[in-house]
Structures are given as structure tokens and as C-alpha cells.
């Protein structure tokens, strides 16, 4: 079993940066992709980011070009969300999971591992 831990999350003002990190353990997912959820209040859980193992991305089109995914090559179990350019939309609690799949998929229900979730609260 793998436990899933996220970090990072806080309050920052809208236009300002911030950088999660994510942490798995009790397994190695070296082959498996990884990625990041997000869900705002009264909203349904969204696709935000992924990565492969091998480095390759996908980014939900709200934060292309604002966020970055990134994979610690050292420590495959390791992943990052650096996300810049903040705006008050992404307040959300955000989730990391590795997927089933080697792939950097947006799909849910193919992660099998999922933490807790960090707080991002953009303000005005």
C-alpha cells in the first residue's frame, strides 16, 4: 500500500506564486505517472496536471503556461507543482495521485493512490 502525502498548500495573494510538493511511500512508482487534482468548494474534482515517468506532461488549459509539473529524476516518488500567476479561480484543495498507467493522464479513475490534499487560498 502507498501513502500519499501533499505540501506546500497556503494563502497567497492573487498574482503570487507557490510550490507543492508531493511525497509517496511504501512503494516505488518509477514506471507509473503522476499527477495533480484539484476541487474547489461545491465544485467536482478537476484535472490540473500530470507527468510521466520519463518527464512528459499535460496541463489543464485554466493553467498551461502558469503551472509546472515536474518529477525529482532521483527520487521518482517525488513530484512538484509550481504554480505561478495565481488567480483567485484556483482556490481549491489540490490532490496528488499516481496512476495505473504509465501515462500523463487526465483521467481520474486511472490514479490509484490518492493523499490527503493542501489548501490554496488566493486572495484579492
Known amino acids: 500500500q502507498a501513502q500519499v502525502k501533499e505540501s506546500g498548500g497556503g494563502l497567497v495573494q492573487a498574482g503570487g506564486s507557490l510550490r507543492l510538493s508531493c511525497a509517496v511511500s511504501?512503494?516505488?512508482?518509477?514506471?507509473?505517472?503522476m499527477g495533480w487534482f484539484r476541487q474547489a468548494l461545491g465544485k467536482e474534482r478537476e484535472f490540473v496536471a500530470a507527468?510521466?515517468?520519463?518527464?512528459?506532461?499535460?496541463y489543464a488549459d485554466s493553467v498551461r503556461g502558469r503551472f509546472t509539473i515536474s518529477r525529482d529524476n532521483a527520487q521518482q516518488n517525488t513530484v512538484y507543482l509550481q504554480m505561478n500567476s495565481l488567480k483567485l479561480e484556483d482556490t481549491a484543495s489540490y490532490y496528488c495521485?499516481?496512476?495505473?498507467?504509465?501515462?500523463?493522464?487526465?483521467?481520474?479513475?486511472?490514479?490509484?493512490?490518492w493523499g490527503q490534499g493542501t489548501q490554496v487560498t488566493v486572495s484579492s
Open positions: 495521485a499516481v496512476s495505473t498507467t504509465p501515462i500523463a493522464t487526465s483521467r481520474s479513475s486511472l490514479y490509484a493512490y
Open positions: 511504501g512503494r516505488t512508482f518509477s514506471r507509473n505517472g
Open positions: 507527468i510521466t515517468a520519463s518527464g512528459g506532461t499535460n
